[in-house]
Structure formats: structure tokens, C-alpha cells
């Protein structure tokens, strides 16, 4: 894998990993995660034939913070397919993990001729997510985040004991890499980037009044997709997957693991390799 490359895309200086050469597949990070979560993915996909890139999302250390503060999904969607146009692509392949499921679903909906297939982690469609007490119980840090400055402090006070405490939740039984969440840390110290993270929440919740925009989020996805969920994420009930099928009007499969949560990528990451190679396999050429 090649050291930290920059490129122009969407009227941001972007950062990105890249491995490989071939079909290229965009590899989409969340919260509060960085590219360096497709670390361990990247050298199995370039060994496969495929040009791997993990970019940095806007406002995540070292792409840059937008002047505008715009975290939209409709803007992080734009910003993927700028980014596969940057990179000579007219299409491509997207993994999402968190933040990035949701960015892949909506730039599927956007330009599903450019999206040739797409690959989500941990987050199912956008249509069967639904604003309710026992959601928002599983998921809290959703309106702790709302908080602006008070939030910031929240997740700063301790040494970021929030962000051990999230990785914990989410994923009970991995035992995460002490130099990884080191790397998390560091990227949400610097200034600004912490900032940005939580943008990511409180413009979701702007966005929720505009019927064109919810209209873009929940319509239903003709791109051909695999979806991943772990059976042990404390993020939400893995049950709703089970509602998930007619958010597609094109080819759609699920794959649970019993034993893995929320960074499934991470704790299982033979079984998913082999998945996501499988569903790349059909009707790459």
C-alpha cells in the first residue's frame, strides 16, 4: 500500500490510500474511523485484480475541513463520485463501514450508472431507519452529539474515554488494537477534526424537515448489493436488516456474522474478504 496521496475532488483537497490497479473499488470509512480501517482489506483487493482507494472523509485528518462546514450525505455522496472522476474512473465499486453504508447508498441513488456495485457495513438502508425510543437507546451518542461544544468536551474529557467507550458498545468481543485507537485519537486531537466528526450528526438532524433530501435518502436502490451486519453490534438490532430487502429494486443479498459487531471488517476479516471478493467475482470482467 502506498504512503498518503492528495487529490482535487468536489472543491476539496482529499487524502487517500491506494493499493493495487484494476476495477477500482472505493472504500468508505465512518465515524470515528479513519481510511486506515481498510488497512488490513486493501492488500487482499489488490491481489485480487482491483484498484483499492480509502479516502479520507471531509473534515477526517488529513482531507481537508470544508469551509462551509457542509457534511451533508448528499455532499459526502458528491464527493465520492468527484472523487472515482479525480481518479479517471467513470465508475466504480463502494464499501461503505458506518457513515460510509449511508455515503454509498445515497451516490447509488444519485448516479447508479456509476456505482457498479455496492458493498454495506453495519448500516442497513436508509428507508428502514426510523426515529424511535428504543433506536435512540441503542444509539445515543446520535442526540449526544447534538450539544455543539458541550459535546466536544465529552468526547475529549479523559483522553477520549468516549471513543474507548463506543468501540466497546459497538463491538463487545474485539479487543481493539492499542495502536489503532491510538491512531483514532490522534486524528480527532487535531484542530478542527473533532469539530467536523460530530458535524456529521448535527446536519443529519438539519437535514430531517427537507422532503427532497429524505426523499434522495429513502429511495429505493437499484444497484446491485451486498449488505454486512454483525449479530453482536451494539449500535442497533440486526433484526432490521430483516426489513431491508424492499429498499432494493436490483439484486440484493445479506450477510450476518454471529460473532462480530459493529467494525465486522475488523474482527471477522477472512470471512469478510471472502464475501465481498465473492460478490465482486459475478460480472466484474
Known amino acids: 500500500m502506498d504512503a498518503v496521496k492528495t487529490i482535487q475532488a468536489n472543491g476539496l483537497e482529499i487524502a487517500y490510500l491506494e493499493a493495487g490497479s484494476g476495477p477500482l473499488v472505493l472504500l468508505l470509512h465512518g465515524f470515528p474511523d479513519t481510511a486506515d480501517t481498510w488497512a488490513e482489506l486493501m492488500p487482499v483487493l489488490a491481489g485480487a485484480g482491483f484498484r483499492a482507494v480509502a479516502p479520507y472523509l471531509r473534515g477526517y485528518y488529513p482531507t481537508a475541513i470544508p469551509a462551509d462546514g457542509d457534511y451533508s450525505v448528499r455532499t459526502l455522496a458528491l464527493d465520492a463520485l468527484a472523487l472515482m472522476a479525480a481518479l479517471g474512473e467513470e465508475c466504480a465499486v463502494i464499501v461503505g463501514h458506518d457513515w460510509g453504508a449511508s455515503i454509498g447508498y445515497v451516490a447509488a441513488n444519485l448516479a447508479p450508472e456509476r456505482v457498479r456495485k455496492l458493498v454495506t457495513v453495519a448500516i442497513p438502508h436508509l428507508r428502514v431507519i426510523k426515529p424511535s425510543v428504543k433506536a435512540m437507546w441503542r444509539a445515543p451518542h446520535f442526540l449526544l452529539f447534538q450539544a455543539g461544544r458541550l459535546s466536544e468536551w465529552m468526547v475529549r474529557r479523559g483522553d477520549y474515554a468516549y471513543i474507548d467507550h463506543l468501540y466497546a458498545y459497538w463491538s463487545p468481543d474485539w479487543a481493539v488494537p492499542a495502536a489503532d485507537m491510538a491512531r483514532v485519537k490522534d486524528a480527532l486531537r487535531r484542530p478542527g477534526r473533532l469539530t467536523a466528526a460530530l458535524g456529521y450528526y448535527q446536519q443529519l438532524f438539519r437535514e430531517l424537515p427537507d422532503k427532497g433530501l429524505q426523499a434522495l435518502y429513502r429511495g429505493r436502490t437499484s444497484v446491485p448489493t451486498l449488505s454486512f451486519a454483525g449479530k453482536r453490534d451494539g449500535a442497533l438490532d440486526s433484526a432490521i436488516f430483516n426489513d431491508t430487502k424492499a429498499a ?7 450477510v450476518f456474522m454471529e460473532q462480530a459487531g459493529h467494525f465486522l471488517h475488523r474482527e471477522a476479516p477472512a470471512v ?12 466484474m470482467a
Open 272 to 283: 469478510f474478504a471472502r464475501e465481498l471478493l465473492r460478490f465482486l467475482g459475478a460480472g
Open 248 to 254: 432494493f429494486t436490483g439484486r440484493y443479498e445479506m
